[in-house]
């Protein structure tokens, strides 16, 4: 089912997981525009310079969340609340210091539609819709009613939820639903792992030329270093590679919270 990016179907809520046979642009194939296009050995004097890489400790961490924009009244309760009602689940959250940081990657790309892949308890929608101009939409996938329920009560506390177009079911049906052509200005991928490549690849061509995508998780807590990873590891290493291959896209791996990907389409 085609629709436009400004009409919403909200369906069930199936708790399925999607399902998908994305194929790859240029996986694998080795030659792009920044070198081999494969994974390369980098250039550095010793493995993690601490001289060029601060180690990230709890008291650096806090200050650099002192030195970002606070969490206001709406986002303290949203992730007091995602806590009291979901326990350890809560850490589904994107970290603080991520939720500025989308902000800004929707002011810089002069975001007026943004399509996200997991929405949760709706923080990374909050900080995106907000920063849209009038008129602007997130168009935000989730497959739960239980935790999206949480996300629509703090936007509409924050006075976004007219800009936010929560659209339940499977992700990858919900993007395949949308129009096939470059009206996308940032798409945050942020949910099922295992779709990761499924998603850039509905999201990539629905991105338009200068427009960015943003991929979290991209070091599954560290265990995309493992070449025998299976399952969400695997996926994420596979992914890592193919978005590094991709030709139509430029990427940036980096440090931040659990890795995050930026890419801007050519
Ligand atoms: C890491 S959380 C998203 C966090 C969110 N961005 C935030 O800021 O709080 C991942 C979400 O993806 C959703 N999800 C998992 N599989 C999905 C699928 N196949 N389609 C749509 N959503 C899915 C989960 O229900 C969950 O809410």
Known sequence: MAENFTTGTS?????ASGTGTGTGPAAGAGSQGRGSGAVRE????????????????????????????PLDAVRRRLVDTTYERL?????MQISEEQGPLLAFLAKLAGARLIVEVGT??????????EALPPGGKVITCDVSEEWTALA?????????????????????????????EPGVDLAFIDADKENNINYWEELVPRTRPGGLLAVDNV???????????TGAAAAVREFNDHALADERVETVM?????????????
Request: neutral net charge; charged residues 25%; hydrophobic residues 40%.
């Open 11 to 15: 369906g069930t809520d199936t708790g």
């Open 42 to 69: 980098p250039d550095r004097r010793s493995p993690l310079d601490p001289e060029q890489t601060t180690p990230l400790t709890p008291e650096l961490y806090d200050y650099l969340l002192r030195h970002n924009p």
């Open 87 to 91: 326990g350890g689940r809560a850490a």
């Open 120 to 129: 949760f308890t709706g923080m990374s929608a909050l900080w995106m819709a």
């Open 152 to 180: 629509r009560a703090a936007w509409t506390e924050a006075g976004v939820a007219d800009r936010i177009d929560l659209r339940i079911g499977p992700a990858l049906d919900t993007l395949r639903a949308l129009p096939r």
């Open 219 to 229: 070091f599954l807590h560290g265990r995309v270093t493992d070449e025998k990873a």
């Open 254 to 266: 980096l440090s931040v919270a659990d890795g995050l990907t930026l890419a801007r389409k050519r």
